[in-house]
């Protein structure tokens, strides 16, 4: 069984700065893209930034040059570090990894339940 666990969310003053980490563990054959996603109260769910296996990275423009995503392939861990956090970043953060289990000879999408960030004076 595959499974995709978050940690690092919390509470922080603007300007402050967390460091989200996502674990797969499991059965697993081959991991390709891993990314972070999150949603707001009210809204809907976003994509923050992805990041392949070879360490290509996208990001959401609003995001650019404040958050870092990078990732551990030996660890099949995928991080989000963040920097100078405002209050519209509060959110569920959830980790998506697209992976091969073992027991399958397909890719298919996996989700963490998510951490939450809040940002607050």
């Known amino acids: 069984q595959v499974q995709l666990v978050e940690s690092g969310g919390g509470f922080v003053q603007p300007g402050g700065s967390l460091r989200l980490s996502c674990v797969a563990s499991g059965s697993i054959f081959s991991i390709n893209t891993m990314g972070w996603y999150r949603q707001a109260p009210g809204k809907q769910r976003e994509l923050v930034a992805t990041?392949?296996?070879?360490?290509?990275?996208v990001y959401k423009d609003s995001v650019k040059g404040r958050l870092t995503i990078s990732r551990d392939n030996a660890k099949n861990t995928v991080y989000l570090q963040m920097n100078r956090l405002n209050p519209e970043d509060t959110a569920l953060y959830s980790c998506?990894?697209?992976?091969?289990?073992?027991?399958?000879?397909?890719?298919?999408?996996?989700w963490g339940r998510g951490t939450q960030v809040t940002v607050s004076s």
């Open positions: 990041i392949t296996t070879g360490g290509t990275t």
């Open positions: 998506n990894a697209n992976l091969q289990a073992r027991a399958l000879g397909y890719f298919t999408f996996y």
